[in-house]
């Protein structure tokens, strides 16, 4: 058991509960865990992250600028706080040409302590986290590939971290063979694609992908990044159904983008024209995030978070969404009130009338540029 310090739902005292030790365990007992953001986009656009190819050397380099977004996401309510070590296989650094004196192990070591350092500050578990690798593309032997995720295994395991999460695959091939490898470590392991309703790269439909990780040892399934919100909980229902066809458990997830995509394809929002520096008019609200995380606690799914282009102020619409469930708010929310209700003292009557739950949910945010296109045709030519 972890007992650790909370806020108290009802009257946002500070308070003392007592948390199951693993994700496991907090699953298991029915317990909705809310996961962080994203990293990459949120650093790239503070300046500690090249845009490109995404390599997460800031770990090393600029530890304060992560520690301080890690540190927000707890206090948005976070459960977990995931190592910063996207795109951190060997392979991925040396093809990046941005780190030429840091190496994969550095950054791996020094991710996994500020994750931890700030997920004790708040009773949060650490997810040390792989991505997909350029020589999986490159069609590397089985062999081969499975050595760059032992490698960032053993510096996990050093640093003794909650559970492993495998993200961002867009082949379910490569990530059966990342799960293999994480299993052998001893610890839980989640698993999420990047995939559509379609499927993944390869045209593999999600329920079959989320049969074979599960038999591949993992022990959470679901979906993260590339389309909206709403557009993953679609795909992981899909996955829901494969598993209960093949008579097969696993706990679900979704961390889905943080950006409207209604037009996107398979190859998710890196195919839109405002990748990645123009993406800002296609935010998602915190009253989108509500909706997102409700309808992903009556699809079932119980690990709920974000990925790019969630920030903050996202993951505390988790918490607060899903606060009568999960018993308490977060310490972020002592600087917000529910569905804008201090907008019933501003001394402007047409604000004053926006302090409530129906004005936020049926509003219609406009773009502000004119002619601006409601939808666009993505780049890669797919439909």
């Known amino acids: 058991m972890k007992v650790y310090s909370r806020w108290n739902n009802r009257r946002l005292n500070f308070c003392v509960c007592v948390c199951l030790e693993g994700i496991l365990e907090r699953l298991d007992a029915g317990e909705v865990v809310v996961?962080?953001?994203?990293?990459?986009?949120?650093?790239?656009?503070?300046?500690?992250?090249?845009?490109?190819?995404?390599?997460?050397?800031?770990?090393?380099?600029?530890?304060?600028?992560?520690?301080?977004?890690?540190?927000?996401?707890?206090?948005?309510?976070?459960?977990?706080?995931?190592?910063?070590?996207?795109?951190?296989?060997?392979?991925?650094?040396?093809?990046?040409g941005n780190v030429s004196n840091i190496t994969g192990a550095q950054i791996n070591s020094a991710a996994c302590d500020l994750a931890r350092e700030v997920a004790d500050e708040g009773g949060a578990l650490v997810a040390g986290g792989v991505s997909q690798t350029p020589l999986y593309v490159k069609k590397g032997s089985e062999n081969e590939v499975k050595a760059i995720f032992k490698k960032q295994l053993d510096d996990f395991l050093k640093k003794d971290i909650d559970f492993?999460?495998?993200?961002y695959f867009e082949y379910v091939g490569e990530a059966v063979w990342a799960?293999?490898?994480?299993?052998?470590?001893?610890?839980?392991?989640?698993?999420?694609?990047?995939?559509?309703?379609?499927?993944?790269?390869?045209?593999?439909?999600?329920?079959?992908?989320?049969?074979?990780?599960?038999?591949?040892?993992?022990?959470?399934?679901?979906?993260?990044?590339?389309?909206?919100?709403?557009?993953?909980v679609r795909t992981v229902k899909l996955m829901k159904e494969g598993l209960e066809k093949a008579g097969l458990k696993a706990h679900l997830m979704v961390q889905p983008l943080g950006f409207h995509t209604p037009e996107c394809n398979i190859g998710g929002y890196v195919s839109l024209p405002e990748y990645p520096f123009a993406l800002e008019t296609r935010i998602i609200t915190r009253w989108d995030v509500h909706k997102y995380a409700r309808e992903a606690y009556n699809a079932g799914i119980r690990y709920i978070g974000g990925c790019c282009g969630f920030e903050p102020y996202h993951i505390r619409a988790i918490s607060e969404e899903l606060a009568e469930e999960r018993g308490f708010l977060p310490p972020a929310s002592t600087k917000h009130s529910l569905w804008a209700s201090t907008l019933e003292t501003h001394t402007k009557p047409w604000v004053k009338a926006r302090a409530g739950r129906q004005y936020w949910e049926n509003l219609l945010p406009a773009s502000g540029r004119p002619k601006c296109p409601s939808m666009a045709t993505p780049t890669d030519g797919r439909p």
């Open 35 to 96: 996961g962080d953001g994203g990293y990459v986009l949120q650093l790239e656009r503070r300046g500690y992250v090249k845009a490109g190819h995404w390599t997460p050397e800031a770990a090393v380099e600029h530890p304060e600028a992560v520690r301080q977004l890690e540190r927000e996401f707890l206090r948005a309510g976070a459960d977990v706080i995931q190592t910063f070590t996207f795109y951190c296989s060997e392979d991925k650094l040396e093809l990046s």
């Open 164 to 167: 492993f999460m495998v993200e």
């Open 179 to 232: 799960v293999e490898v994480m299993k052998t470590g001893g610890k839980p392991v989640g698993a999420t694609l990047c995939i559509s309703p379609d499927g993944d790269r390869e045209g593999v439909p999600p329920g079959e992908c989320a049969v074979r990780l599960v038999k591949a040892g993992a022990d959470i399934v679901g979906i993260n990044c590339h389309l909206d919100p709403l557009t993953c």
